[in-house]
């Protein structure tokens, strides 16, 4: 079992920036790729990063490439998604994610485990 939990989350103007972390606990957090996701009122949840077990190899949505930044630290049992340039669309629930594949995905059900979420709000 791994257990997720999510900080950071927060109102933020347009234009601002924000970082959300994960910290994990539970079995051993360096052997998880791991996602971060969203999910706005009445949408789907949607895949915005991920990031491998080692932190080589990253990936992001196109909607938030270039303005966001995954990382982790396995020492820390922690994974970052430092978000810029925020804009109002970028507002919704975002949810940490742990896989045991060994690259990350944007496939929802790949994931394993899952945190409880941080609102991020963007205003205008």
């Known amino acids: 079992q791994v257990q997720l939990v999510e900080s950071g989350g927060g109102l933020v103007q347009a234009g601002g920036s924000l970082r959300v972390s994960c910290a994990a606990s539970?079995?051993?957090?360096?052997?998880?790729?791991m996602g971060w996701f969203r999910q706005a009122p009445g949408k789907e949840r949607e895949f915005v990063a991920g990031?491998?077990?080692?932190?080589?190899?990253?990936n992001y949505a196109d909607s938030v490439k270039g303005r966001s930044t995954i990382s982790r630290d396995n020492a820390k049992n922690t994974v970052y998604l430092q978000m810029n340039s925020l804009k109002p669309e970028d507002t919704a629930v975002y949810y940490c994610?742990?896989?045991?594949?060994?690259?990350?995905?944007?496939?929802?059900?790949?994931?394993?485990?899952w945190g409880q979420g941080t609102q991020v709000t963007v205003s205008s």
């Open positions: 539970g079995r051993t957090f360096s052997s998880f790729s």
């Open positions: 994610a742990a896989s045991n594949r060994v690259s990350p995905t944007v496939d929802v059900p790949a994931y394993n485990y």
């Open positions: 990031i491998s077990w080692s932190g080589r190899t990253t």
